[in-house]
């Protein structure tokens, strides 16, 4: 199967095409990507207008740039596949549409594709994660560990009850002067630093359970740059990364627990991350470990995988085509979409 894929719910506009099977894998034909990294950082962060404004300007040319250098011709595509939600309504409009129009002109379906499941099965394009896999989404935007049962089949063992993890990056990032995005720029800083130099907490490591909590841990970096003026911002940075290490690492091992309790898996099973945070290096470290030490194969797609990307969204495509879950055209974009909307609560959920 062959599918277009078109990303546009945040900041990235991008067009991929994508040739595989589910369970064989799949193989990236061309990708075009534009990232707006430039435009929104002298505001420290995305600014929903000039967002939409910039996937309105660049769509068109990234998927016939993506279309040209896959060597493919609309003929040739089994569906076009579009991010339909969550997101930024504004940038979430313009792909889902332009996905519609593609395919209202050649005739092809559409599958409108959730974002999230987008970077829930990103690592089944290499095809190495089988279901059931436990994944941990750690985006800008969302925080979560999942029990993947199959395609649309998603179970929440626990989330972040404030901020999401990628959020609490770039936030600390501009607390601490580091720029924008925050990521990356902390992971630099964090490099150079002494994590034991200031103690921050670990919030909710005290409670039962896999939800997380983010947004106390940004306001302890707050208060630590204020009693420790004289600090190195490398110290804080790095400091802060151990603690939401060591938060995601000890929630991930609760979650594992659950997850074998939920599906019966006794065995090895996949553990996988995905969405942007997973780039981070001590952030893969620490699971890798706990992978390892928990008898699970830890699986985390390349990096330019984790970050927003289309070769996802089209690869989910394909997964829901396989299954004839194709979408009208008359489907509606969605700010608001949690992954997991229709499974029931899992037992075993408040280890
Ligand atoms: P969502 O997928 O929830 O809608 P999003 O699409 O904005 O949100 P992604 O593109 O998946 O999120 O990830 C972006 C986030 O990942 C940002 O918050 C960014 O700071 C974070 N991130 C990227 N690289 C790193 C890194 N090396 N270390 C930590 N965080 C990182
Ligand atoms: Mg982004
Ligand atoms: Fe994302």
Redesign the pocket.
Known sequence: MTVLGIES????TAAAVVRGRPGAGGEILAEALLSQTAEHAPYGG?VPEIAARQHVRHIDHLVMEAMERAGVGYEALDAVAATAG??LIGGVIVGLMTGKGIAAATGKPLVAVN??EG?ALSPRIAGNAPFPYLLLLV????CQLLAVEGVGRYRRLGTTIDD????A??KT?KLLGLGY????A??RAAREGDPAAIPLPRPLLDRPGCDLSFSGLKTAVRRARETHPDAPVADIAAGFQAAVVDVLVEKSRRAMAAFRALTGQAGRAGFVVA???A???A?REGLTALAAREGFDFVAPPLRL???NAAMIAWAGIERLALGLTDPLTVTPRARWPLDTDAPPAPGAGV
């Open positions: 719910s945040c900041d990235e995305v969550p997101g974002h999230l970077h985006s800008g935007g969302h999401a993890a990628g959020e990056f770039d990032a995005p925050g990521g990356p902390v992971e969405g942007g945070v780039a981070n290096g952030l984790c970050t927003d």
